[in-house]
T-cell receptor
Framework: GAVVSQHPSRVICKSGTSVKIECRSL??????MFWYRQFPKKSLMLMAT?????????EQGVEKDKFLINHASLTLSTLTVTSAHPEDSSFYIC???????????FGPGTRLTVT | AQSVTQLGSHVSVSEGALVLLRCNYS??????LFWYVQYPNQGLQLLLK??????LVKGINGFEAEFKKSETSFHLTKPSAHMSDAAEYFC?????????????FGTGTRLKVLA
């Protein structure tokens, strides 16, 4: 149980275009989803917290207009990187928290490369 | 503010030897604590968690951790390392009082298992 999927696993896009990453909790409803960014050989950096039906809460220094987060249902959250630039290239990981718990279950990650 | 320290960014052990990965936290109120493992280009998998029940917690793949309030520690151990244990390990804490459910991650420890 507690499986989280992400799609796509890898994406290459051109500079200036937008790309959407989906995060789904497959066998549970997620009250809260989180989006992280991970740089090579580094720990995870929390970008934003997403609660179903409400606006995401962004961490300090994360541009909310650049990284659009939508949590339209209890099993789906999306991250859209708008007007992507090469410096946005990274490994993006989502996680989902089942209601009534503190643990997070992580997706397999999405490798974004902006050329 | 809460913080997590993982002492040793790289740990090498021989196959069959004891694995000890250290995690110390800083918090006025004992948080909930988690250990995750990450294999290359993958998401994080929950190994075990401490949520104020038993202080000795057993997880998957033969790992266990002991919560020691007096030492503010939650070290991860495994009696006998396997080659398949080679990965990155992250300790994470979440405060039980903030209501945000956000994790604070340690910087990670890369475990290398020598044949």
């Amino acid at each position: 149980g507690a499986v989280v999927s992400q799609h796509p696993s890898r994406v290459i896009c051109k500079s200036g275009t937008s790309v959407k990453i989906e995060c789904r909790s497959l066998d549970f409803q997620a009250t809260t989803m989180f989006w992280y960014r991970q740089f090579p050989k580094k720990s995870l950096m929390l970008m934003a917290t997403s609660n179903e039906g409400s606006k995401a809460t962004y961490e300090q220094g994360v541009e909310k207009d650049k990284f659009l987060i939508n949590h339209a249902s209890l099993t789906l959250s999306t991250l859209t990187v708008t007007s992507a630039h090469p410096e946005d290239s990274s490994f993006y990981i989502c996680s989902a928290r089942p209601p009534g718990t503190y643990e997070q279950y992580f997706g397999p990650g999405t490798r974004l490369t902006v050329t | 503010a809460q913080s997590v320290t993982q002492l040793g960014s790289h740990v090498s052990v021989s196959e069959g030897a004891l694995v000890l990965l250290r995690c110390n936290y800083s918090s006025s109120v004992p948080p909930y604590l988690f250990w995750y493992v990450q294999y290359p280009n993958q998401g994080l998998q929950l190994l075990l968690k401490y949520t104020s029940a038993a202080t000795l917690v057993k997880g998957i793949n033969g790992f266990e951790a002991e919560f020691k309030k007096s030492e503010t520690s939650f070290h991860l151990t495994k009696p006998s390392a396997h080659m398949s244990d080679a990965a990155e390990y992250f300790c994470a804490v979440t405060p039980t009082t903030s209501g945000t459910y956000k994790y604070i991650f340690g910087t990670g420890t890369r475990l290398k298992v020598l044949a």
